[in-house]
């Protein structure tokens, strides 16, 4: 039973590019939310999404980031235009049904760095 | 809003000894869930305990017991017999009851376990 897998684990991205980061959520797991963790902070909230839905996006930048869940395959998070302000470790978690807290799993992250 | 103030940046404690890690949180919430994560070097956040604030016993989980003070909006948790494997940042979270989904964390405590 497979965990929340997150890929790259690593990415290198040159100013101006584009970050595409991948979450496939836990098997049952219907909701993903996706966490930034900047250097010496803890995890702040981004986004939360079920199956082709965003539900709160409150914590995503206005500009250049972006988040889906289709339904079929992985939730992608998009940062366009990467800037150096942009490198931080990318967690995305999965839950059943939102609430309690029970079964909040996370992946193991990927981190971004913008050269 | 919610937030979550961990007043240690840092801690270490002798293998076997017992440490308790700090952690205050500020809501108006009658109905919420309080959460103690670790994040070893690996990266991976990895729930340690969880203490619904409608209880009022003390959640424990092996040699990880948590002391919830919750008139004095206090969350802290205790590691008995620590081991070298302990040795990782410790993150207290927050997240509102009913159909909420959000976590709120703290900016964490590395705490390091020494021989």
């Known amino acids: 039973n497979a965990g929340v897998m997150q890929n790259p684990r690593h990415l290198v991205r040159r100013r101006g590019q584009e970050a595409r980061l991948r979450c496939s959520p836990m098997?049952?797991?219907?909701?993903v939310y996706w966490y930034r963790q900047l250097p010496e902070e803890g995890l702040k909230f981004m986004v939360y999404?079920?199956?082709?839905?965003?539900?709160?996006e409150s914590g995503m930048p206005k500009e250049r980031f972006s988040a889906e869940f289709p339904k079929e395959g992985p939730s992608i998070l998009r940062i366009q235009q990467v800037v150096r302000g942009d490198s931080a470790a990318y967690f995305c978690a999965s839950s059943p049904p939102a609430g309690t807290g029970d079964g909040y799993t996370f992946g193991s992250g990927t981190r971004l760095t913008v050269v | 809003a919610q937030t979550v103030t961990q007043s240690q940046p840092e801690m270490s404690v002798q293998e076997a000894e017992t440490v308790t890690l700090s952690c205050t949180y500020d809501t108006s919430e009658s109905n919420y869930y309080l959460f103690w994560y670790k994040q070893p070097p690996s990266r991976q956040m990895i729930l340690v305990i969880r203490?619904?604030?409608?209880?009022?016993q003390n959640a424990t989980e092996n040699r990880f017991s948590v002391n919830f003070q919750k008139a004095a909006k206090s969350f802290s948790l205790k590691i008995s017999d620590s081991q070298l494997g302990d040795t990782a940042m410790y993150f207290c979270a927050f997240m509102r009851g009913g159909s909420n989904y959000k976590l709120t964390f703290g900016k964490g405590t590395l705490l390091t376990v020494n021989p």
């Open positions: 203490q619904e604030a409608y209880k009022q």
């Open positions: 999404l079920q199956k082709e839905n965003i539900i709160d």
């Open positions: 098997k049952g797991h219907s909701h």
